[in-house]
């Protein structure tokens, strides 16, 4: 099972390329792979999330903050489901 973690401050180019690897290694395991359209859609949202959650953190809105912190650990969740 391949299992994508992100790490601070990773950029959104790396996350769809480790995306697109663990894809990549679930399908040649055998597993159904996710289509490139889902994985696409997801990490869409995912940097919207992030994108979201920087300007508030740079405007101190901490509430807003926390919400798209936790939108986007939600399209990580779904990104690693998708990558199994």
Known sequence: MTQVVPSVGSTAASAQAAT???AQAASSAGAPAATSSELASVIQSANG???RAQEALRAGDWARYGDEQRALEADLKRLSELAQ
């Open 20 to 22: 697109q690897g663990a």
């Open 49 to 51: 999330h992030y994108t």
